[in-house]
């Protein structure tokens, strides 16, 4: 059974090409386009592995990555961010005990996949 990533970004062209690039690579990838989906989504769909854009609206993504791992500390969460202004948010985070993996856009197919790889080292 491949394990099953969930693509979290609002502009839904990234997350739809992650999405493909991941399927072709043998995972079980499914998109969400906004944080309040995405946590819907982790219930149905039971991912190992969220990535998730930092900057969206209404719910970022280190809000819904901490409510995610709240509720299922054994799902991984890789934050992907173009913006350097999102570093304080990751850094917030941190400070209230959530340590997240993060890549910065823009994102290279190899490094995504090595990446998830050292997540879920049983698909290596």
């Given at each position: 059974?491949?394990?099953?990533?969930?693509?979290?970004?609002?502009?839904?062209?990234?997350?739809?090409?992650?999405?493909?690039?991941?399927?072709?690579?043998?995972?079980?990838?499914?998109?969400?386009?906004d944080g309040k989906t995405a946590l819907a989504q982790v219930e149905t769909f039971h991912p190992a592995l969220v990535i998730s854009d930092v900057a969206m609206?209404?719910?970022?993504?280190?809000?819904?990555?901490?409510?995610?791992?709240?509720?299922?500390?054994?799902?991984?969460?890789?934050?992907i961010s173009g913006q350097a202004a999102t570093l304080d948010l990751i850094e917030l985070a941190r400070q209230q005990g959530y340590v997240f993996?993060?890549?910065?856009?823009?994102?290279?197919?190899s490094e995504l996949l090595r990446r998830i790889r050292l997540l879920l080292p049983s698909r290596a």
């Open positions: 059974m491949a394990p099953r990533v969930l693509i979290v970004d609002d502009e839904r062209l990234i997350a739809d090409t992650l999405a493909r690039i991941l399927t072709m690579a043998g995972y079980e990838a499914s998109t969400a386009y609206p209404e719910l970022d993504g280190i809000r819904a990555a901490i409510q995610i791992r709240a509720a299922h500390p054994e799902c991984h969460v890789l934050l993996e993060v890549l910065l856009k823009p994102i290279q197919p």
